[in-house]
């Protein structure tokens, strides 16, 4: 690997306050600095966004989808965590 | 006109506008802090919330009643985790906000320092309780900060299982043997009251509604949300066939609410400073909790301090 490459940034946006940052995609650049202006450029040219997050992506530990199953499979499960688990006579307002 | 007031004018029209408030924008110093006390001191009645309920988790009467006592004592961590970080992008630290806790400088919900003596209390908990928490969080979710407000609608989406498996709890009881019915009974006498003062002092002693209503930091006052819940919930307690412990309370046709008795504000106040109950022993909780658990916070700590210096060395010789 060219040892000068730069590195690559994800880049989360704001569109509006009030709403949270989502991911919109990922860039290289030289640094931090770098990657904001290129995000600005990149993916607010049309007022997509408020605020601008740049994270380096080697900053982010990602989940393995083969690790899928013992992460998330025993919430399948758990249905009492679900409102519609309790039995409720249907009467019943504001419940 | 100094620069300061323009900033706080254009910040109060901001927020005239229904525009949310996020962490970086300039905001006036109270506002700031009116909120780092507020979501920090409702992050602590999660947690501190957690103490009551979990004290009968393991005498649950059967597996269901255990699941989703545990399920939703699990939930309030949660709710605590959310608003701790709800508040830290405001500039105080999860240390601090501990802190603040254990010296009793910062309050909690008061309805904790009621003891849970029965199984039926913990119906009512689920009920009453997290059903005047769901009355004030859902106007929450349209607060004028963007955390908080988000952090709300995580919690909402929550509460609903927590309400539906206490009045399931409620319903259990009441339909049952004459014993059962004399527990959910007691457990409503003991938990109505406090309930009513989870909404706070009455509008004409609170002075800072005013200023909260301004901001948008609440869009109901303290009364409002009070008349709210007990117009909700006085017919759920008729559909259990128990009474609401309040002589008072008749349906006013002319003002479309229930009246009600007066609340006991010497027992609220006394509650409020710490001689509630329970305080002691719920703030002794915590402090041992946050005590016994430093040895954990510690090693993991040097385990990480000690992973990554193996890893530099690892990276420099290769
Ligand atoms: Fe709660
Ligand atoms: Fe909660
Ligand atoms: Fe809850």
Redesign the interface.
């Given at each position: 690997m060219n040892k000068n490459e730069w590195p690559i940034f994800e880049i989360f946006i704001r569109s509006k306050n009030g709403l949270e940052h989502r991911h919109v995609g990922s860039l290289h650049a030289a640094d931090a600095v770098m990657a904001m202006e290129n995000a600005r450029d990149v993916y607010t040219r049309r007022q997509e966004g408020v605020s601008i997050w740049v994270v380096a992506s080697k900053d982010i530990t990602a989940s393995n989808p083969e690790n899928g199953g013992e992460l998330f499979e025993p919430a399948e499960d758990k249905i009492y965590r679900h409102p519609t688990f309790y039995e409720l006579p249907i009467e019943l307002k504001h419940i | 006109m100094s620069p300061e007031i323009n900033l706080e004018e254009q910040f109060q029209a901001r927020i005239d506008a229904g525009?949310?408030?996020?962490p970086?924008?300039w905001m006036p110093e109270k506002y700031r802090k009116t909120h780092i006390r507020q979501i920090s001191q409702h992050a602590h009645s999660e947690i501190v919330g957690m103490l009551p309920e979990g004290n009968w988790i393991t005498r649950a009467p059967s597996l269901?009643r255990k699941?989703?006592l545990l399920?939703k004592v699990q939930?309030e961590a949660g709710h605590g985790l959310y608003l701790y970080s709800a508040a830290e992008t405001l500039g105080i630290s999860r240390d601090q906000m501990f802190d603040q806790l254990h010296k009793g400088k910062a309050k909690y919900s008061s309805i904790f320092n009621y003891p849970t003596l029965s199984w039926a209390d913990i119906g009512a908990i689920g009920w009453l309780v997290d059903?005047a928490a769901i009355i004030n969080q859902v106007m929450l979710t349209r607060t004028s900060f963007?955390p908080y407000?988000?952090a709300m609608v995580r919690i909402c989406k929550e509460e609903?299982?927590h309400?539906?498996?206490g009045?399931?709890i409620m319903?259990g009881l009441a339909k049952g043997t004459l014993e059962q019915k004399e527990m959910a009974q007691d457990a409503l006498n003991r938990f109505w009251w406090p309930s009513l003062m989870m909404f706070g002092p009455r509008d004409a002693e609170s002075p800072n509604t005013e200023q909260s209503v301004k901001w948008k930091i609440k869009r109901k006052t303290n009364d409002e949300l009070r008349q709210q819940f007990i117009d909700?919930t006085v017919?759920?307690a008729e559909?259990l066939g128990l009474t609401i412990p309040d002589p008072d309370l008749k349906w006013n046709e002319e003002r479309g609410h229930y009246d009600f008795g007066e609340i006991d504000w010497n027992e609220f106040w006394q509650v409020v400073k710490g001689n509630g109950p329970c305080n002691k022993e719920r703030l002794g909780a915590r402090v041992n909790a946050w005590e016994e658990g430093a040895w954990v916070r510690d090693a993991a700590m040097a385990y990480s301090a000690k992973n990554k210096t193996q890893n530099s060395k690892v990276s420099k010789t290769a």
């Open positions: - | 525009e949310k408030i996020e970086k924008d269901r699941v989703g399920a939930d059903g963007g407000a988000r609903s299982f309400q539906r498996q009045y399931e319903l909700i017919p759920q559909y």
